[in-house]
């Protein structure tokens, strides 16, 4: 056996879970969700969201406002019932821009700073004088105390924006609103981006009952059916990237060691397009520090933190059905195009490792809320899916069906899993509607 295939074989160990590995995970997450709803010591947080299932007969138009990660979206958005709705207006927007000179996400930008930037591009979507309901989707761990209370734990997908953590998000948005006068634009809701996904999902599906992003962040929300002090179902935000009960292998531990909360996040930085990346960057750096790629001549571009993206990992996964990509991808970091067939199966393989990691992680998580909500799989369940991962990793979405398929058995057929497309921005419109419809116009801020 040659030494490139002991290398692989070893990298094989480190990024692969078994049926039997992934059945222990789904047992300690089950174990962690229990313990988070019940309010004890957990890695998962089990926050209420304050929000239940659409009936899919709500209408209006609703300004939705979808901050995630490194982009924010801002929405108008008509809702017509019968699960039924239009897109008016849209725009995207990063939050940091080299060539503009802002960054709204790192340390030295101040909550003003962002929330005004924030209010600023809502306003570019309305008209003066016309009142407009807005539902946030904020996609950040949040302790709720109302549908439109939301307090930040902490800042996750390496955003450190000072003067948020411990604030009400609602406020700061309100007063960048009314700094500028836009006292027309009436914040009513906020929400996770996955109760967001999931609201959508069931505004067209009255089985969507689990809401998960896989893309920039990694997170899944379901509908508790007894949810401790609710007297209804209520959507539950789980933080599941928070998730610690897995090992980890020595890639795993060096990402987390320079990340900006290490110890924390464990599933996210397995599972999540923010750190897939990195993890593949940190593979490819050992391997030609093995001298088993490339001739052991190490590109500029691997020795560069945060160098490589999702992307990278979902065009080094594709190269056996197009090898000259290898060559193409190569040229985009300015790097040396000529690899041997060795550096194309290592290349290959380290990225399939990884993507195929995650989507496995990602579906025990799904089993085991599956579990909770539902032992003896007796009724149907629709997974709502949004993130570019799950849309557009090769594989990524076949792999958490057949990973489901594995763990639940002969009752696999009684699961949908589905892409609920710009779900996060949909589904703020939805959660505004939702409160208009059970509380009239009545705001609270």
């Known amino acids: 056996m040659s030494t490139t ?91 940091s821009n ?57 800042w996750t997908k390496e955003i450190n924006t000072s003067g948020v953590v411990g604030h009400n998000v609602v406020d700061l948005l309100h007063q960048a609103l009314a700094d500028r006068g836009l006292s027309n634009i009436q914040p009513v809701t906020i929400t996770n981006d996955t109760v967001s996904a999931l609201l959508a ?16 962040g990694h997170n899944t929300c379901y509908l508790e059916p007894k949810p401790p002090r609710f007297s209804h179902p209520t959507y539950i935000n789980i933080e599941s990237g928070n998730f610690d009960k897995i090992s980890g292998n020595k890639y795993d531990a060096l990402l987390d060691q320079y990340s900006s909360r290490p110890g924390a996040g464990k599933l996210e930085k397995m599972c999540a397009g923010r750190y897939i990346g990195e993890l593949l960057r940190l593979v490819l750096l050992d391997v030609v520090t093995q001298g088993l790629l490339f001739n052991g001549n190490c590109p500029v571009f691997l020795q560069t933190v945060g160098a490589l993206s999702g992307w990278d990992v979902a065009v080094l996964q594709d190269a056996a059905a197009r090898p000259e990509q290898i060559s193409l991808w190569l040229a985009k970091h300015s790097s040396p195009t000529a690899v041997s067939l060795d550096d194309r199966e290592v290349l290959q393989h380290s990225a399939c490792l990884i993507a195929t990691r995650s989507a496995r992680l990602a579906a025990a998580s799904y089993a085991a809320i599956l579990k909770h909500i539902d032992p003896t799989l007796n009724s149907l369940h629709t997974i709502s899916i949004d993130g570019s991962l799950y849309e557009k990793l090769p594989g990524y979405a076949d792999t958490i069906s057949q990973t489901l398929q594995e763990l639940v058995g002969v009752k696999a057929g009684q699961i949908k899993c589905v892409l609920t497309k710009d779900g996060s921005g949909i589904g703020a419109a939805i959660a505004a509607a939702t409160t208009k419809k059970n509380r009239g116009s009545q705001i609270t801020t």
Do not use: W
């Open 5 to 95: 295939q002991q290398y692989l074989d070893q990298l094989h160990t480190d990024f692969t879970f078994s049926t039997a590995q992934l059945t222990g995970i789904v047992e300690l997450f089950l174990h962690d969700m229990k313990e988070g709803l019940q309010g004890q010591a957990s890695s998962l947080a089990m926050l209420p969201s304050f929000l239940t299932k659409p009936d899919g007969q709500e209408t209006g138009i609703f300004l939705a406002l979808d901050f995630g990660g490194t982009n924010v979206r801002v929405m108008l958005i008509k809702l017509t019932g019968q699960g039924n709705y239009t897109i008016l207006k849209r725009q995207d927007v990063p939050l």
């Open 98 to 154: 080299q060539s503009k000179n802002y960054d709204f996400t790192s340390r030295t930008s101040t909550a003003a700073e962002l929330f005004g930037f924030l209010a600023d591009q809502l306003a570019q979507l309305t008209q003066p004088g016309k009142t407009y309901l807005l539902g946030h989707t904020f996609s950040f761990p949040c302790r709720q105390t109302g549908t439109n209370q939301a307090i930040l734990l902490h």
């Open 201 to 216: 999902a069931a505004y067209q599906d009255r089985y969507a009952d689990i809401g998960s992003i896989c893309g920039t």
